[in-house]
């Protein structure tokens, strides 16, 4: 019999959460092993080729909140590689009627074409960006670590005084569409709100989804949409050769069957063949919440309450995404939306709401809201000069049959609402990759149904909330086990907070004060899962 191996810390998934803890603990002097089921690291962080010479992302392309994440801004990427791209616009919203808002990284150009929906939405659009500036760095700080954030959230209170910190919490449990009418007076800024609280998941009228459209908005109108220059798996290319160069270890098609404890301690992890590793001092889990806890745990092991309270666990809308190799560029009748590197095509306000209303009952929407990313425009490396490489993902229920049959009429309709504002684009079109629900989720086992936050954004699953009610930790009910994935708090993007928060916690559970913190976050648990 082969002997076990033995490791610090065993990482189960290498997506981008799962690479950023592993740098943190091998940075500590941690001996780390990730486990990634798939044949190639990345998780949703991945590159091919749609046909050669058109490279295209899989899944996530561009990535604002890497930008203002102190996580990957501390890891120092570009030392292994990684260059970012931007394009010269940031974000075009395309109405109906032909007309688009602009989001620019250039202020005056912002609010240039927001005044020519209403005059003096561009001033107000400043103010908002004033006041971005003013709680940028604590408001990020206190987003992206562990809950609650004492130190940010006192930075943040300092930095806008009582009064304005309580407003300001009102103004983030907004929906968008509320938040956008209380202060903008045209169409355009409040699109540019509303539509990018879509990334979220969120529809324009749910609680909280306001949060999301201005801090996506004010990210964008600060650092843009960066994408890695070559592609998305250059961020994974990146974080593996930080890893590797601190003696880390990633074994690829080796998925984890199960976590195996002891006494309510992780000790360990075994493989889809049988072979057992030994964690001595943490495992850390970079896939879904349900995943984790009724697969590689066993339901069986758990508190009663947290397994009835995964009965709850809401994930959010599924995915159809499409790439396309273009011979030219899109053929926009906008021509603001050349300039775009992400566009917003299909909606005004209400029919934003409709298509939420639609996904909330089970409907697919016969007139999709589309989220798109000219990649080409955005990094010139992506295909052949005069070419375009192009994507469009669109929103659908959950459940149902994703039989070949659904999946086309949802291409179809994609197709001609592209159609529609670009007219001719069919004929550009010289390869085509479409990926159903099932597909997105083949390619990385969180991608549940093409659910690609990790589950719903909504503020009942949020912060202490997340992925169930519990103390918003990386900690789990099992000693020297941690979820570090997008199911936990703060959520989906790809800003290594999950990971970072989860490799912290693992830090600090087998430091110095580790007993204590042990038995806090033990006392912790057993008053949240008691039965009363």
């Not at 195996?260 to 360990?268: D, F, T």
């Not at 850390?284 to 339901?299: C, K, Q, S, T």
């Not at 989860?502 to 600090?508: D, I, M, S, T, Y």
Request: some cysteine; aromatic content about 6%; glycine content about 12%.
């Amino acid at each position: 019999m082969t002997e076990a191996e033995t490791f610090d810390a065993v990482i189960i998934g290498a997506g981008p959460n799962g690479l950023v803890a592993a740098n943190l603990l091998a940075e500590a002097g941690w001996a780390v092993l990730v486990l990634e089921a798939a044949p190639e690291p990345g998780g949703a962080v991945r590159t091919t080729e749609i046909t050669p010479g058109f490279r295209t992302d899989r899944c996530s392309a561009f990535y604002p909140l890497a930008g203002v994440s102190p996580v990957m801004r501390g890891l120092d990427l570009e030392r292994h590689g990684l260059r970012w791209r931007r394009a010269p616009d940031v974000l075009a919203h395309l109405l109906p009627d032909g007309r688009a808002a602009v989001l620019s990284q250039d202020l005056d150009r912002t609010a240039r074409s927001l005044d020519a929906f209403a005059p003096g939405d561009g001033s107000a659009w400043r103010t908002e960006f004033e006041r971005w500036h003013r709680v940028r760095e604590p408001l990020v700080e206190a987003m992206l670590r562990p809950f609650p954030p004492v130190r940010a959230g006192s930075r943040l209170l300092r930095a806008l005084g009582t009064g304005g910190a309580l407003r300001f919490a009102r103004d983030l449990m907004l929906p968008a569409r509320r938040f956008g009418e209380e202060r903008f007076t045209g169409e355009g800024a409040r699109l540019l709100i509303a539509g990018n609280a879509i990334h979220s998941g969120l529809g324009p009228d749910q609680a909280g989804s306001g949060l999301f459209g201005w801090l996506l908005s004010m990210v964008g109108q600060d650092v843009g949409f960066p994408v890695p220059e070559g592609g998305a798996g250059s961020l994974t290319a990146a974080l593996v050769a930080r890893l590797a160069s601190l003696g880390g270890r990633i074994d690829c098609g080796r998925p984890a069957a199960k976590i195996l404890h002891a006494r309510g301690v992780a000790v360990g992890v075994r493989d889809g063949e049988g072979a057992l590793i030994r964690a001595r001092r943490a495992v850390l889990a970079d896939v879904a919440a349900p995943h984790l806890y009724l697969d590689l745990v066993g339901g069986e092991h758990l508190p009663a309450r947290l397994a009835a309270d995964l009965k709850a666990f809401e994930w959010d809308p599924a995915t159809i995404k499409v790439d396309w190799a273009l011979d030219g560029p899109v053929p926009w009748t906008a021509k603001e939306a050349a300039r775009a590197g992400t566009i917003h095509l299909g909606a005004d306000l209400a029919g934003l709401s409709t298509m939420s209303a639609d996904l909330a009952s089970g409907r697919d929407p016969q007139e999709p809201f589309l989220l798109m990313g000219q990649m080409t425009t955005t990094d010139p490396t992506r295909s052949p000069t005069g070419t375009e490489t192009l994507w469009a993902y669109t929103r659908l229920p959950r459940g149902g049959d994703w039989n070949a049959d659904r999946v086309r009429r949802a291409v179809d309709r994609i197709e001609t609402a592209v159609e529609h504002h670009a007219p001719g684009f069919g004929d550009r079109v010289t390869a085509r990759l479409v990926s159903g629900p099932r597909d997105l989720e083949g390619l990385d086992r969180n991608l549940d149904e093409g659910a690609i936050n990790g589950g719903s954004a909504a503020v009942h699953q949020q912060l202490f909330l997340r992925p169930v009610p519990g103390l918003a930790r990386a900690d789990t009910v099992m000693d020297r086990l941690f979820l570090a994935s997008a199911s936990a708090h703060p959520g989906g993007a790809v800003h290594g907070a999950a990971g970072a928060n989860a490799a912290r916690a693992a830090l600090a559970r087998n430091g110095l004060a580790g007993g204590g913190y042990r038995a806090a976050i033990a006392g912790a648990h057993r008053l949240l899962y008691r039965e009363d």
